[in-house]
């Protein structure tokens, strides 16, 4: 059980860490853990292969589906993103995704909400509104990748204009902020709406379900758990920024 001092201490500190990760993400993801160290609980940034994976909350209740796409039960979300304090918007999405991945992979759906609080709070990041659709508005769109200071030269690939607005250089987008050429690869459909937007959190918390399952690393284990996570955002300290979102997660939904 997670106390009201604690809890409101660990909140704190997860707004601290997600306001780095955020600058992190504005600069291609540098590695932050000189800056993030004050602000994580003590030991947060032990090496992540000696760790544990994070706590485990429990399982998303199931509705009956719709079509080919398994369907959340509205109480149990509602419920349970209300607890969590993540939008039950976001909340459905990453429930949803973990039930669409095989069974193997052993993904919860507070990894994926570590991942979302990390990078845009879950779509929420700057007072945007996370819209019934899954859309954030305005819609996250992070730096040109354009080579000028610690950003790499990454060029638009085609096609890619419409999901951040510039023919020339890329841009990492949407909640779970996909640079393009990921995104080509792992494009995905978690709403069953016949779109593939990595601008919907349901699109988007998918994919990264597909991203981190196709790791085949034992994510039921700290070093499985850690490996997929990194193969996410190449640095430690984010993977420790992962897992204490998701553990809090888990605690608070308990």
């Known amino acids: 059980m997670v106390r009201p001092r604690q809890a409101l201490l660990f909140a704190v500190a997860l707004v601290v860490v997600s306001a780095l990760a955020w600058s992190v993400q504005q600069h291609q993801r540098q590695s932050f853990e000189a800056q993030a160290g004050a602000a994580l609980p003590p030991g947060a940034l032990l090496d992540t292969v000696e760790q544990a994976p994070p706590a485990v909350a429990p399982s998303p209740v199931a509705a009956a589906a719709v079509g080919d796409r398994p369907q959340i039960d509205p109480a149990w979300a509602q419920r349970t993103a209300s607890a969590a304090g993540i939008p039950v918007v976001a909340l459905t999405a990453y429930a949803r995704a973990t039930l669409l991945v095989p069974e193997g992979c052993r993904l919860g759906w507070t990894t994926l909400a570590g991942i979302g609080w990390v990078e845009s709070h879950?779509?929420?990041?700057?007072?945007?509104?996370?819209?019934?659709?899954?859309?954030?508005?305005?819609?996250?769109?992070?730096?040109?990748?354009?080579?000028?200071?610690?950003?790499?030269?990454?060029?638009?690939?085609?096609?890619?204009?419409?999901?951040?607005?510039?023919?020339?250089?890329?841009?990492?987008?949407?909640?779970?902020?996909?640079?393009?050429?990921?995104?080509?690869?792992?494009?995905?459909?978690?709403?069953?709406?016949?779109?593939?937007?990595?601008?919907?959190?349901?699109?988007?918390?998918?994919?990264?379900?597909?991203?981190?399952?196709?790791?085949?690393?034992?994510?039921?284990?700290g070093e499985g758990w850690s490996r997929a996570i990194f193969s996410y955002n190449h640095a430690e300290s984010y993977v420790n920024s992962v897992r204490a979102a998701a553990s809090f997660y888990a605690a608070r939904s308990r």
């Open 122 to 221: 879950h779509g929420t990041i700057e007072d945007r509104l996370l819209a019934a659709d899954g859309r954030s508005a305005p819609p996250i769109v992070g730096p040109a990748l354009d080579g000028v200071g610690p950003v790499a030269a990454i060029a638009a690939p085609a096609g890619s204009h419409s999901w951040h607005g510039d023919d020339r250089w890329d841009h990492a987008v949407g909640p779970m902020q996909f640079i393009s050429d990921t995104w080509q690869r792992w494009a995905s459909d978690g709403d069953g709406d016949g779109l593939e937007d990595p601008h919907d959190v349901d699109d988007a918390a998918f994919a990264a379900a597909r991203y981190l399952c196709a790791s085949g690393a034992d994510l039921a284990t």
